[in-house]
């Protein structure tokens, strides 16, 4: 489908491209909003706090479930957890090519692997609490909650991410999680 | 080109449907999962009806949940489908306006004029657009149809309309039988054809 996209593109000025789903979406801003009400809104400790751990946990569960059966640019195979690559984006980055990737490129990748894996150590974490076994134990309570400033450091940095790349490579990035749609800019190569 | 018969938005409406669906399904299924689970931690057998019965209600709603999710990709899938088709068509249909312009030494000045006698303005609103005389916008049409060897203007456009239906009867059994680039490649007997006609 990339290589019938490419050959037209030489004729549109700039090209849409599908890329997120729609469920894709839904998990990603239902996931953002759990962060946001468990970290600054709903008190802890309270019952809503750990329903809506839960939630996320089980978000985050689909979402793998998705990237094993779901269209391509949803897939693990569209972006496979790998520092090389992701170094080497970098170095590409460095020599000022501004390739655009479909689906996640390699360092939003890897972002997205330490978001997904933050969350469940979470809501793990925020499980055990409520068990008999792990009731006040103490490295559990500092490890949910270290692991969970961990979580928003990493948003902080997915954030800047996004805003860098949508300035560098010039596809809005939020617009396409919004709409699904990744507009690229006339004459620039695809992965 | 508007093809106002193909219902992408009311497919993408479906396929939003199906996301909150699954969403909502897969979050119960979890909860019951979850349910069963610590019932069965607490009770320890399963011969309760109660917790059978949770179990089953369990498994259906992955069993629901996986089954919406295949759905869905089918639906995403044809929608793109849907979509490469008409890029091929799009972008076919300006390189063959293209070639034939080119065939029939146009003029710049007469390929503009008929391309924009292709989408449908009168000599009045050419001439407007081109800042001349509509006179002289006659006699521009006039040697493009020439050229074309149709008597006028309705047979010129159907010149093209005729490829591009021809051509998407080509892309229907060009996708099903060959990969996406036989598509684009095996157009050039169909053209020259086409070229016989003209």
Not at chain 1, 62 to 80: D, E, Q, T, Y
Not at chain 2, 23 to 36: H, I, K, M, R, T
Not at chain 2, 105 to 115: F, G, P, S, W
Request: hydrophobic share 50%; glycine share 8%.
């Amino acid at each position: 489908m990339v290589a019938i996209e490419q050959r037209t593109s030489g004729r549109a000025s700039a090209r849409e491209v599908a890329v997120w789903d729609p469920l894709v979406r839904l998990i990603h801003w239902s996931l953002a909003l759990t962060i946001l009400l468990n970290g600054a809104i709903v008190e802890e400790e309270s019952k809503a706090h750990e329903w809506i751990g839960y939630i996320a946990l089980g978000l985050v569960a689909l979402r793998l479930i998705w990237a094993l059966i779901g269209p391509k640019h949803a897939r693990f195979s569209a972006f496979p957890p790998s520092p090389a690559r992701a170094f080497r984006h970098l170095r590409a980055m460095v020599g000022g090519e501004k390739t655009v990737h479909l689906s996640h490129n390699p360092l939003g990748a890897l972002m997205v692997y330490n978001i997904w894996a933050s969350v469940i150590a979470v809501g793990v974490t925020g499980y055990m609490m409520t068990t008999i076994t792990f009731f006040g134990v103490e490295w559990v309570e500092e490890a949910h909650e270290v692991i969970f400033g961990w979580l928003l450091i990493s948003v902080a940095l997915h954030v800047a991410g996004v805003a860098f790349d949508t300035w560098w490579s010039g596809v809005n990035l939020v617009r396409a999680m919004i709409n699904g749609r990744k507009t690229i800019p006339e004459g620039r190569e695809v992965q | 080109m508007k093809l106002g018969f193909w219902p992408a938005k009311t497919k993408e409406r479906r396929a939003t449907v199906l996301a909150g669906l699954i969403l909502l399904q897969g979050l119960s299924a979890l909860f019951f999962v979850g349910d069963v689970f610590f019932d069965f931690q607490d009770d320890g057998h399963l011969d309760n009806p109660h917790l059978l019965l949770e179990s089953i209600a369990a498994v259906a709603l992955i069993a629901g949940v996986i089954f919406l999710m295949i759905e869905l990709r089918r639906l995403l899938s044809r929608m793109s489908d849907m979509q490469t088709g008409l890029d091929i068509a799009h972008g076919h249909m300006a390189t063959i306006v293209e070639e034939f312009f080119d065939e029939w030494n146009l003029t710049r000045a007469e390929k503009d004029v008929a391309i924009m006698i292709l989408k449908g303005l009168d000599n009045d609103a050419i001439a407007r657009v081109r800042n001349t005389a509509s006179g002289t916008v006659r006699a521009q049409a006039t040697s493009i149809y020439a050229k074309s060897q149709s008597d006028g203007r309705a047979q010129f456009i159907s010149l093209f309309v005729e490829e591009l239906i021809a051509g998407n009867e080509r892309l229907r059994t060009g996708a099903e039988y060959g990969p996406e680039n036989e598509v684009i490649t095996d157009h050039s007997p169909d053209r020259n054809l086409c070229k016989e006609k003209t």
